[in-house]
């Protein structure tokens, strides 16, 4: 049993990463931002609550400096920090100060708290994503493989030019401060960085509306809806992985030495807007207003999967041990869970 520290953890990633944790018999404290949220938490798993196994820090808000300077002090000491608190929406009315500075302060303010203030924190596995490798300016790049080599090379000044690209760009800027800490500060803890691409699958945190859902499962409730009904969105990023899989990871990346100091592009394969639709029609034949076949957008480019970039996620299935779930799976599991809240 390790003693961890999770962040965030009433977000979509960290309420899974919470599941393994606690199922894997590590005993928790993670933070969240109000009273309220640890009460939730605290009733979905009151058993692990009642023998100790779980426990509760309040950060109201990670982008304050020291933000994290209590919460990382713990007894017994903590052994392990999962870092998943990071903002991902697009309703920014600042760049900068919605998106820019709470992933890279509260990335650097937590690697500086635990630096401070416990030493006896040996692995720090942060939440990172593909936005942090993808280049956009290449576009599709057919015949370019994307493997953790690879950074996205957006600059601050395009970070400012509209919410998708200030996403990107906190993405990168905070792994990117990440590693940088680990070199110059040389800290006597190890990093791991889990990178994943578009993350669907079933909700287990508490979600009182669908108006409240994480931003890439919104286009599977949309469809559903019959949004797409007389036209299909792009799909954008035709990668994707499952949540369970990218919490499997996130809990692996520290029971693992073998992963210290490393990057993981944890991804399933691809997918089309046009596939989810299909997969939602062919499950649940009670959503009236899907796309049919014929329905314009949402496909492969020209050349379906062959115009596109590849990938490789060797390393995640090598070190990491995963084993990555299909995407009928992943959306008929996730519809099923959108259902508990009124879709």
């Not at 894997?24 to 931002?33: D, E, K, L």
């Not at 990440?178 to 500060?185: G, P, R, S, V, Y």
């Not at 959503?287 to 329905?295: F, G, H, N, S, V």
């Not at 299909?326 to 809240?341: I, N, P, T, W, Y």
Request: hydrophobic letters at 40%.
């Amino acid at each position: 049993m390790t003693r961890v520290l999770l962040t965030g953890g009433s977000g979509f990633i960290a309420a899974h990463t919470l599941d393994v944790l606690l199922k894997h018999g590590h005993s928790v404290i993670t933070t969240v931002r109000t009273q309220q949220k640890a009460d939730k938490i605290k009733a979905a798993y009151k058993s692990y609550a009642d023998k100790g196994q779980l426990d509760f820090a309040i950060v109201p808000d990670i982008a304050q400096e020291g933000a994290f300077d209590q919460a990382v002090i713990s007894d017994p000491p903590f052994e392990a920090v999962l870092h998943t608190a990071s903002p991902f929406h697009f309703n920014v009315t600042d760049v900068k100060k919605d998106l820019l500075d709470p992933a890279i302060i509260g990335t650097t303010g937590i690697l500086k708290s635990i630096k401070k203030s416990a030493p006896s924190v040996k692995t720090v596995v942060i939440t990172s994503s593909f936005a942090a490798i993808v280049n956009p300016s290449k576009g599709f790049w057919p015949g370019h493989e994307y493997t953790e080599e690879d950074w996205n090379p957006i600059t601050m000044e395009e970070a400012q030019e509209n919410p998708m690209s200030g996403y990107r760009a906190s993405k990168t800027f905070a792994e990117k401060a990440a590693w940088e800490f680990l070199e110059k500060q040389k800290p006597n803890f190890s990093l791991a960085t889990i990178n994943p691409p578009m993350v669907f699958g079933p909700i287990i945190h508490n979600l009182d509306t669908l108006e409240n859902i994480n931003t890439s499962n919104q286009r599977l409730v949309f469809a559903a809806q019959g949004k797409f009904k007389d036209e299909i969105p792009p799909t954008g990023v035709h990668l994707w992985v499952d949540v369970r899989d990218v919490a499997e990871a996130h809990v692996a990346a520290f029971e693992k030495p073998e992963a210290a100091n490393k990057r993981f592009f944890t991804l399933t394969g691809f997918f089309s807007n046009k596939e989810l639709c299909q997969i939602i029609g062919k499950n649940f034949p009670q959503y009236k207003d899907l796309p049919t076949d014929e329905t314009p957008g949402g496909d492969y480019p020209e050349g379906g999967k062959e115009g596109i970039y590849k990938f490789s996620n060797k390393r995640s299935v090598d070190v990491l041990g995963l084993k990555y779930r299909g995407l009928e799976e992943c959306v008929v599991d996730a519809v099923k869970s959108f259902q508990e809240v009124g879709l």
